[in-house]
């Protein structure tokens, strides 16, 4: 015999994960709005997460004897590990050093859990601490976004929309060519920029 309470679970069970989160019923996507969060750990995680933007940011700068610290320059079959030029007849040392350092970071995930994830991910870093911000700054927080989100197109809603978009296309753009100063290094960089094509 079957009890209401055994019928329900029954009911639940079918429905139980048979489509993801963010979709509703009807295959339409249910937005997340996130909440901004605060607290002790939040407040550790930001000064780590700006010591990450410094040493980002700040290494393609950084040279010893005359050579970048970091340069992966896959054109020309050149890299730089900590000022030390590899070539590609020494591509076994390089390939061992990054493997060496792959395989520490799967250690390091495998025995602290979401720690790299959640803390020295870059994505997670750029996402939660970068473009995260600019949306609480510009939009507030997630019942502001959803208010406007649920508003009706005026100028004000443009505006902000607008320049949350023109922020981010900033941010990524200004990531994008540091990223390329690890592949063709800062000065060559700095020429694409300033000389004429």
């Known amino acids: 015999m ?3 309470i055994d019928h329900l679970n029954e009911i639940q069970t079918e429905a139980f994960r048979d489509r993801i989160g963010t979709v509703d019923e009807h295959g339409k996507r249910k937005w997340i709005y996130a909440h901004k969060p605060k607290g002790k750990f939040y407040n550790i995680r930001t000064i780590l997460s700006v010591f ?3 040493v980002f940011f700040g ?3 950084v040279h010893i004897d005359g ?3 970091f340069l992966f320059n896959i054109p020309n ?6 000022g030390k030029v590899f070539w590609p007849q020494d591509f076994f040392i390089f390939g061992l050093t990054m493997i060496t350092f792959v395989v520490f970071i799967i250690l390091f995930t495998a025995a602290f859990g979401r720690l790299f994830c ?3 991910c870059p994505q997670t870093n750029f996402m939660e601490m970068m473009f995260r911000k600019v949306e609480y700054w510009i939009l507030g927080d997630a019942p502001a976004q959803r208010l406007l989100k649920n508003a009706p197109w005026t100028g004000k809603k443009i505006a902000k929309v607008g320049l949350k978009h023109l922020v981010f296309y900033l941010l990524a753009f200004v990531i994008a060519n540091f990223f390329l100063a690890y592949i063709i290094g800062i000065k060559e960089l700095e020429k694409i920029i300033t000389e004429p094509v």
Do not use: M, N, T
């Not at 079959?77 to 900590?82: H, N, V």
């Open 77 to 82: 079959a050149r890299f730089i590990l900590f």
């Open 52 to 54: 990450y933007f410094i």
């Open 59 to 61: 290494l393609p700068f």
């Open 67 to 69: 050579r970048p610290l």
């Open 118 to 120: 959640g803390w020295a």
């Open 2 to 4: 079957f009890s209401e």
